[in-house]
């Protein structure tokens, strides 16, 4: 009877797990569910990052004169991306923290899908957010300062590509804070840099600030765009910036996929 059972035990088919879920349709996947839960949200939020450098476009009005020229092309290319930087860099820093401290990466951690799709499908979601609210800031500081409006195209270069630096800089940092709290500190003081660091005249400031905003991944989106404002564009310098940008959104978004890993397994 023993060797029956077991001679029947063998014939019966072994069950095989489902493959491994791909990078691309779980990048989708989560990009999908994480757009439908902000969307709600995040409009809001989104309104106050437009609301907010809009505002900021009129202070400077007060110092900065307009009819095109250099330090009237900084603030209104810096006030722009601070649209992202609020959305992909602050609000990201914040939800990533939230969900470390909430057990909500356990959620993740028994799904089968790769966790690069996990932190590039959040990444994306917010980053989608912030295209219509640079759109208008940019238009409106064009209007405000009498800049030329025909290289508002290379936003659709911009943010994406400055978006996923920044994106993958706030999903890091909220993964790699200790505790909730460190997240949203360190998301305020990265929108924060992008604030004083981006908007500000660069020929304003002293040599170990521009260092710093050297080191900020906004600031070559900043200057990208500005230099579209030109009468003549560098687009060697252009493409340039928007290579850096892409380079460190790469090298942001892996330390993030990192720091998801790290996390996950804690």
Known sequence: ???????????????VLAPKARLFPALAAVYRAQLSRARVARIPLLFVATFQ???????????????GGSEARAVVAGSSVLVVAFVALNLLA???????????????????????????????????????GTLVTAVFGCV??????????????????????????GAALGLLAPRQELATLAGQLGMSAALLLGVLPAERMPDPIVWARDLLPSTYGVEAFAETFAEHPDWTAVLLDLGVCAAVGVLSLAVATWAYRRAAVR
């Open 94 to 132: 914040q939800y990533f923290g939230q969900l470390r401290a909430g057990g909500g990466l356990d959620h993740y951690a028994t799904l089968p899908v790769p966790p690069a799709s996990v932190v590039l499908g959040a990444a994306a979601a917010y980053a989608s957010f912030t295209l219509p």
């Open 1 to 15: 009877m023993t060797t029956a059972a077991t001679t029947a035990a063998a014939a019966v088919p072994v069950g």
């Open 144 to 169: 405000l300062f009498g800049l030329p409006m025909g290289g508002l195209w290379i936003l659709a270069a911009v943010v994406p590509l400055a978006g996923a630096a920044l994106a993958g800089l």
């Open 53 to 67: 450098s809009v505002g900021i476009m009129i202070l400077m009005r007060g110092v900065v004169d307009g009819g």
